[in-house]
């Protein structure tokens, strides 16, 4: 089949199925609500309490799981295609770690400086990403000969165990409630209350897959080899900098916007190329739009499986996502 | 009558008296046994407090001047503050704790290494959980006897019991509104929102304070809930417990101005969002009755 084709086949599928669930997600929930009295203009918003369900509560929530969603599976592709390492995730570079101090300093010392209707715990939270994004480019790029995989690899690891050490040490300084909050904070939750974040979050991932969509070709090369992919023309210090500096940006707006939800940036991309093989003009949107499906749908069960009670979605990814990584593993070899 | 007769009848007579004499001393003697078990029961003299709310009760009770060290969060009586400070829930100082020669560890029923190593140090400790409103009383009674304050402690009780039922004879027969009672929530947004479930000593403050809770269906004490249930479940007056003043201005309108997104929940249009301040609304302690009356006074006022 012509490649070109089968991209635009293959990508349409996906987003048919993603915006079919995106669609449907808001209209369900714990609570059961008229979609004819949500949309009725004709009743004043202050009476219309199915309208605010769907456009307070559910619709905003949606969106962010998506975008969470989306943003987590496809720095995921471009993490593990860049490392050559099929057990990167978007938080292997330590992205994560350094926006969940960030949450944990501004949650212990109540930090109140809010923004645009932004609270200060996604803001540290994404100023901490910035912190670890620098650090682990710096180290990186020391070297002489361009950005080096493997000390990309080894810092962003190291600097995930040493953040993680700061962040047990914050807790431990700080009371019970607030050690509960940052540990509620790390489980995820997509229950935003507002646009405003997710507004805030936006213009990062959007600048972020921008640069996704000039990636995937030379992603392609890089896969065989730094050496192969240079001989082929392709600047790969280039390519290599602006895949880390996308993915850990976009990285670090989702985790800024609904905490660090684990298994999404590592099971999605394998999903993906089980399903569609392991070419990145497919696989990378692909994964992004299985992303955004699949967190949905992980909140949806959020939301609703022990209603009204909450389930921190992180928990259900993790469910989901551990036993169906390790039969992936089996499988392989 | 014959010689022995009366020799007998003496006999029989003298049996008599050592019989009421040895049940007199048997009494006498229960009775100082018992006076020296109640006189030398071990009254704590020495006591460490790792738990906030029952350092507040020992000095409701007037055992304040036996306590000799405190956890790291206490904060009330100001007198605390003077105290030296041996750690808390999870970092006890056994050390210290030891150290200080105590006769009273009061430790939180989850510190079970603790408790042991008191035990092994033979050094009583006094075990507690938070549970209901009852239980604080039942504990400050405990506690009274425990450190030798008894009549001190039923007074304390009775002044708390009778302060209560005034606020409950002052609501009585008024409506009761549907009132969701915030103890947490992230500044400035409707995220990570922690209510008062059907179950603890807050649900059960609310109650007394005039105000029926829209989650009283959850038997938890603490429930995260979402926008969702928050719009579903409409309540007419929402409460809020902050550790700090919100200063009024700019900060109390952004507070109001987050609520104000969920503009269908009659607590909002109607703008019943009261804040009550301060630590010791959240604290299972003797000023209980105080955070309850101010809640009544906030619903009902």
């Keep these: ?333 | 009558m014959t010689p022995t007769q009366t020799t007998k009848e003496s006999k029989s007579k003298n049996t008599k008296h050592s019989n009421l004499l040895w049940l007199a001393s048997f009494v006498s003697f229960v009775i100082v046994f018992a006076s020296f078990v109640v006189a030398f029961q071990p009254r704590a003299q020495r006591i460490i407090s790792l738990v906030p709310a029952l350092t507040e009760m020992l000095y409701a009770v007037g055992a304040g001047p036996q306590v000799v060290a405190v956890s790291s969060y206490d904060e009330y009586p100001p007198e605390v503050t003077a105290l030296p400070r041996v750690g808390a829930l999870i970092d006890p100082d056994t050390e210290r704790i030891i150290a200080l020669k105590p006769d009273l560890v009061i430790t939180y029923g989850s510190q079970v290494d603790l408790q042991a190593q008191m035990k092994r140090a033979a050094i009583p400790s006094f075990d507690y959980r938070h549970g209901g409103l009852s239980h604080i009383l039942v504990t400050m009674k405990e506690l009274g006897v425990r450190t030798g304050h008894v009549a001190e402690a039923d007074q304390a009780v009775a002044a708390i019991e009778s302060r209560l039922a005034a606020v409950r004879a002052n609501v009585a027969g008024k409506r009761r509104p549907r009132t969701l009672l915030v103890f947490s929530r992230e500044p400035r947004t409707l995220r990570n929102i922690y209510v008062s479930g059907g179950r603890g000593f807050l649900h059960e403050m609310l109650v007394i304070a005039g105000g029926e809770n829209v989650f009283s269906d959850i038997d938890k004490e603490s429930v995260q809930v979402s926008t969702e249930t928050i719009l579903a479940r409409a309540p007419e007056v929402i409460l809020e417990l902050r550790p700090k003043e919100i200063p009024a201005g700019q900060p109390m309108r952004d507070e109001l101005a987050s609520w104000s997104r969920l503009a269908s929940v009659p607590a909002v249009r109607n703008k019943q969002l009261l804040f009550i301040s301060g630590h010791a609304v959240t604290v299972p302690g003797p000023r209980v009755a105080d955070s309850v009356a101010r809640m009544a006074k906030a619903l009902h006022p």
């Excluded at chain 1, 050496?227 to 210090?237: F, L, M, S, T, Y």
Aim: charged content about 10%; overall charge positive.
């Design chain 1, 1 to 333: 089949m012509n490649i070109r084709l089968r991209i635009v086949t293959v990508v349409t599928l996906f987003a048919i199925g993603t915006v079919a669930v995106v669609l449907w997600a808001p209209t369900v929930g714990s609570t059961s609500i008229s979609l004819a009295k949500a949309f009725d203009r004709s009743i004043p918003w202050e009476e219309n309490v199915d309208a605010q369900i769907f456009f307070v509560a559910r619709l905003p929530r949606v969106l962010s799981g998506a975008l969470v969603g989306a943003t987590l599976a496809a720095a995921g592709v471009v993490l593990q295609a860049m490392l050559r390492n099929p057990l990167a995730t978007p938080f292997t570079l330590g992205v994560s770690a350094g926006g969940a101090l960030g949450a944990m300093l501004a949650i212990a010392f109540g930090l109140e400086v809010g923004m645009m209707g932004v609270s200060s715990i996604p803001i540290a939270s994404f100023a901490g990403s910035l912190v670890a994004i620098g650090i682990v480019y710096w180290l990186a790029s020391s070297q002489k000969r361009g950005l080096s995989t493997n000390v990309l690899l080894l810092a962003g690891v190291t600097l995930n165990s040493f953040f993680s050490a700061l962040i047990l040490f914050v807790q431990y300084l700080s009371d019970f409630t607030e050690s509960f909050r940052t540990i509620r904070w790390l489980m995820g939750d997509l229950d935003v209350g507002s646009y405003s974040p997710l507004i805030a979050a936006l213009p990062f991932v959007v600048a972020a897959f921008a640069v996704f969509a000039i990636l995937p070709r030379t992603l392609n090369v890089l896969t065989l080899g730094d050496d192969v992919a240079a001989a082929r023309g392709v600047e790969v210090v280039r390519t290599q900098r602006l895949a880390f500096l996308s993915a850990s940006l976009a990285t670090g707006a989702a985790v800024s916007l609904g905490g660090p939800i684990g298994f999404i940036g590592i099971i999605v991309p394998h999903l993906v190329r089980l399903m569609v093989g392991s070419d990145h003009r497919i696989v990378l949107p692909a994964a992004a739009l299985f992303g955004a499906a699949f967190t949905v749908l992980c909140d949806l069960g959020a939301r609703t499986i022990m209603a009204p009670l909450e389930l921190p979605v992180g928990i259900i990814t993790a469910l989901i996502g551990g036993p169906f990584f390790l039969w992936l593993l089996v499988k392989k070899s």
